[in-house]
């Protein structure tokens, strides 16, 4: 059983109570895999088999709407389950899973999972916990679709994605995950040449700077009056 095994585990939120013993019992059920840049690790309405888990790397989830235009649901980040879902019931994979940055990935087939939770039933609450963090980003970007413009709704992700996944530098709060613009315009449900305006006008502002794909956040006080 290699050590890096457990020690990935023991960063995981659903696993963080458990004991030296039940890990490694739990680590003799993982899977590992490795996927490069570009890859589908599963597609939409695919036959759910297997709850994951990122140890390193970034994913995408996204569904795609009646005319097959791209929503983001959220990224990946390392310590994180995906497609937790398909453990209630005998379910397929509600968005498709893309890698976007080469990833380690580690599985642990439905009925492993089953076990693991009917012997260890403080993991199911913990799955509730996640799930419903899901859904209260899910309900954020439903409101802000029907409720906000786009202007305004592009302020809000990206300040989301700072407080989510920024990292400090000198110049500001730089966001820690490669966006392209598509991606930008696909998570606050518009078009890139909708987003490539509203960024240059936040750049012209100077609450941002772009640099290919990075993103800082100069004056946080500035996007927040947009919302």
Do not use: C
Not at 11 to 34: C, M, P, S, T, W
Not at 100 to 116: G, K
């Amino acid at each position: 059983m290699a050590k890096d095994t457990l020690e990935s585990l023991r960063k995981i939120h659903l696993f963080n109570f458990l004991g030296d013993e039940q890990l490694k019992y739990v680590a003799q059920l993982v899977i590992d895999r490795f996927y490069k840049a570009g890859r589908i690790i599963f597609f939409e309405n695919e036959p759910g088999e297997a709850v994951f888990f990122l140890k390193s790397g970034r994913i995408k989830v996204s569904k795609a709407d009646d005319d097959g235009r791209e929503q983001i649901l959220h990224f990946v980040h390392p310590g994180e389950m995906f497609a937790e879902v398909v453990l209630f019931g005998d379910s397929s994979y509600p968005a498709t899973a893309e890698v976007i940055e080469d990833a380690e990935v580690q599985l642990i087939r439905n009925q492993d999972m089953d076990r693991l939770i009917l012997e260890h039933p403080d993991m199911a609450l913990g799955f509730l916990r996640i799930m419903a963090q899901r859904l209260r980003f899910a309900q954020r970007q439903v409101n802000e679709l029907a409720l906000m413009s786009t202007t305004r709704r592009m302020a809000s992700m990206l300040l989301y994605l700072a407080a989510d996944q920024g990292k400090k530098t000198e110049k500001g709060i730089k966001i820690d995950i490669s966006l392209t613009k598509q991606d930008l315009a696909s998570l606050i449900g518009t078009s890139r040449e909708t987003a490539n305006r509203i960024l240059s006008d936040f750049k012209k502002q100077k609450a941002i700077e772009v640099d290919r794909q990075e993103i800082i956040l100069v004056d946080k006080e500035k996007l927040k009056s947009w919302i």
